[in-house]
């Protein structure tokens, strides 16, 4: 039996389901923007692997760094003890994230990263006597899989199964060019209504609702009114974070800074799963006191693993390289290039360039469907061609490793334009 079939026997997919899809396709190795199944075909991983692979697979300077720390110390309990790493790590997060960004708590994912911060913004009023229990979130987002992350997300099919079992959500319109104000009036009516004790958000990107993308104005008029009442903001960077949009963080765009910040994704490269929460002072100090009780009582078995961190400062590392940075600027000026051409065709509705993103959306008379027959073609047509992309409905995007040649991406480029022949 190949690799695809044994697999069949015990394994259960992600967003899978199994007596429809198509079967999964055999990976065995990885190097840079390039994967290869085990009968030898080559695929251009155009999507970094869910976001993930920033620096392209199988790299050796991320592999070394992980290899030197596993002969040095592999994991020990963060509960009671610390290490090299993490604290080197803490040290580097504070000098590229946002300036009030100083407190920091792993986990293992960006679920868990949102899990925390949505805990915390919860218990940071609890610990001073004060009730406030509503979130506040966008239209179509996605913030993980976890109950409060679930909760928070705003694709409904995914959570329809759980409806009256999570905390309490209020979403508003996402500010896209000519909704500003109906978001502003929207937000200021729900702080009006509810006691709300915090407003997450993706800055600048929807990346699960079809790399939605909206004005870093819009988003600081919204994070002012928040200011201005007490919410408190978390900043959901797990997509965005580590360059996609051409800065370290989307939040660098803005003038109003968050109170809270979730990374994961690529703080490792693709190599080992891990996340981090970021916190202002203020936060911290709330959960400071001599009352037990007000500690925060969250923790995995994994936190701060020393390995991880080795992954994530390597990786770090290689961001802040002027290689790194010149192809981030190289590939957002392809994603241009290829928009001006691709923007006038006669089966394509918009197109929209934001960093290493790009993304399009297909003319279609049928209703929006997240896994429907048109994603399903699209997403096959891709595969036979050899090149790694998830459309989300009739929205095709490209989120590349930033080593990806241009003979790479000229190729995931001819490829889409050849499936709109098809739709």
Request: charged residues 20%; hydrophobic residues 45%.
């Amino acid at each position: 039996m190949n690799l695809t079939e044994r697999d069949q026997k015990h394994l259960w997919h992600p967003y899978t389901q199994h007596k429809t899809a198509a079967l999964p396709v055999g990976i065995v190795r990885g190097e840079a923007a390039l994967l290869w199944d085990e009968s030898g075909k080559e695929y251009i991983d155009a999507i970094a692997s869910w976001w993930v692979n920033p620096y392209g697979h199988s790299n050796r300077f991320i592999a070394d760094a992980i290899y030197k720390q596993l002969t040095t110390l592999e994991h020990v309990l963060f509960g009671g003890f610390t290490h090299e790493p993490a604290v080197v790590l803490s040290e580097k997060l504070v000098e590229i994230l946002p300036s009030n960004q100083q407190k920091l708590f792993f986990s293992d994912n960006g679920s868990t990263a949102v899990e925390i911060a949505i805990k915390v913004a919860l218990q940071y009023n609890f610990n001073q006597g004060i009730s406030k229990t509503t979130i506040i979130a966008f239209e179509d987002a996605f913030h993980g899989d976890t109950f409060a992350a679930m909760a928070a997300s705003g694709i409904s099919f995914f959570t329809e199964a759980f409806q009256g079992m999570m905390i309490d959500v209020v979403r508003i319109p996402v500010p896209v060019q000519g909704k500003e104000a109906e978001s502003m009036a929207a937000l200021q009516k729900v702080i009006t209504d509810k006691n709300c004790t915090a407003f997450i958000f993706e800055p600048l990107i929807q990346g699960a609702a079809g790399m939605v993308m909206y004005a870093p104005e819009a988003l600081d008029n919204l994070l002012q009114i928040c200011k201005e009442n007490q919410v408190l903001t978390i900043a959901d960077e797990v997509m965005t974070g580590f360059g996609k949009t051409g800065k370290n963080f989307a939040c660098d765009y803005l003038k109003t800074l968050p109170d809270m910040m979730c990374l994961s994704k690529a703080l490792t490269g693709g190599t080992i799963p891990m996340a981090i929460t970021t916190f202002t002072t203020d936060i911290f100090d709330a959960f400071y006191d001599d009352d037990i009780n007000k500690a925060l009582f969250h923790g995995h078995t994994f936190t701060a693993n020393p390995t991880g961190c080795a992954a994530a400062l390597a990786s770090i590392e290689l961001l802040q390289t002027e290689t790194m940075q010149t192809n981030i600027q190289r590939i957002h000026q392809r994603h241009l290039d290829f928009q001006k051409r691709i923007a006038t065709h006669p089966k394509v509705s918009t197109t929209r360039v934001f960093g290493v993103i790009f993304a399009l959306e297909i003319k279609t008379d049928s209703s929006f469907s997240y896994y429907g027959s048109l994603r399903n073609r699209l997403y096959n047509f891709f595969i036979e061609n050899g090149v790694i992309l998830r459309p989300v409905g009739n929205i095709v995007y490209i989120l590349p490793p930033y080593v990806i040649t241009d003979a790479q991406l000229q190729k995931v480029y001819e490829v889409v334009e050849s499936a709109l022949e098809i739709v």
